[in-house]
């Protein structure tokens, strides 16, 4: 009789556990692809795409010199409209190709970081997105949304400090069990933000501030402890640089004009070739 039992107990778990693979193999059927693209740029500059199906997500824009690039580059990726424009911060190599965005593709929102740096550039910007009845949306708190099953959370600075890259919001992005994190050009007291959030190891890290070094920068690399990091820069701190050599992290830099692409199936994320991508970007143009 007690064999029994336990077999029936055995048996009951082998059903639960296989009920939770199928709902868990259903979930995942609901997951397209995602891709991640890190526009390359002639100097330091972010502007980054999330992907998934039809849904597009654009964290920065780059410099205005660069926009009507970006805006190519946008349509070769098929772009033909974006849920939600990021702009991590109102610096002019994050904010610098907004304008052309929101003038050549609907976009339905627009997050920004409440940094006031009262530039021409970013009160140009507030005009256009007021004028088109764009809605923006300053985090005050963490914010959730959704994407397809791209999941987005964001980070807003905590506190208000002098400098704008200090008050960067941080992306965190999950698309099944990858996950992303996009660090604006977070510095030492945002970073000291950032590392009492509990982020687990992540696939891939957009490394804060153009890859400049500084002890909480190497200490929040380690945090991360990213499979891939992606430098909007020429080069990556030597002090950086060796926190990412040690855990065996694949560096990537984006200056100049280098692109880098990386593939999300929901459980792994795969960089791609610049040739690939240059491929599949002239397939979907
Ligand atoms: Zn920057």
Redesign the pocket.
């Known amino acids: 009789m007690h064999k029994a039992r336990i077999g029936a107990v055995f048996l009951a778990i082998l059903a639960a556990a296989a009920l939770l693979l199928g709902m868990l193999w259903l979930w995942r059927c609901g997951i397209q692809k995602a891709s991640v693209t890190v526009f390359g740029t002639l100097a330091?500059?972010?502007a980054i795409l999330l992907k998934e199906g039809e849904h597009a997500v654009l964290i920065d824009t780059g410099e205005e010199a660069e926009a009507s690039k970006l805006i190519d580059q946008l349509y070769k990726e098929g772009i033909q409209k974006i849920d939600a424009l990021i702009l991590t911060h109102p610096?002019k190599?994050?904010i610098g190709g907004a304008r052309a965005v929101v003038q050549s593709f609907p976009v339905a929102q627009v997050f920004v970081s409440p940094y006031e740096k009262g530039s021409a550039l970013q009160e140009g910007l507030e005009k256009i997105l007021s004028d088109q009845g764009i809605p923006v949306q300053v985090p005050r708190e963490a914010q959730v949304f959704s994407c397809g099953s791209l999941e987005m959370t964001l980070y807003p600075p905590l506190n208000t400090y002098e400098e704008s890259n200090d008050s960067s919001l941080l992306v965190y992005a999950k698309h099944g069990d990858v996950s992303m994190l996009f660090a604006g050009?977070a510095e030492k007291k945002r970073l000291k933000e950032a590392l009492a959030i509990p982020f687990g190891p992540v696939d891939l890290y957009k490394v804060a501030?153009?890859g400049r070094g500084g002890k909480n920068a190497a200490e929040f690399a380690q945090k991360l402890c990213p499979r891939y990091a992606v430098v909007t820069a020429g080069n990556v701190e030597e002090s950086l640089a060796r926190v990412f050599s040690g855990m065996g992290t694949e560096v990537y830099v984006t200056v100049p004009e280098h692109t880098v692409r990386f593939e999300s199936d929901g459980r792994t994320l795969a960089a791609l070739e610049e040739e690939q991508a240059s491929q599949s970007t002239g397939e979907a143009a």
């Open positions: 330091d500059a972010d610096d190599d994050h050009d501030h153009h």
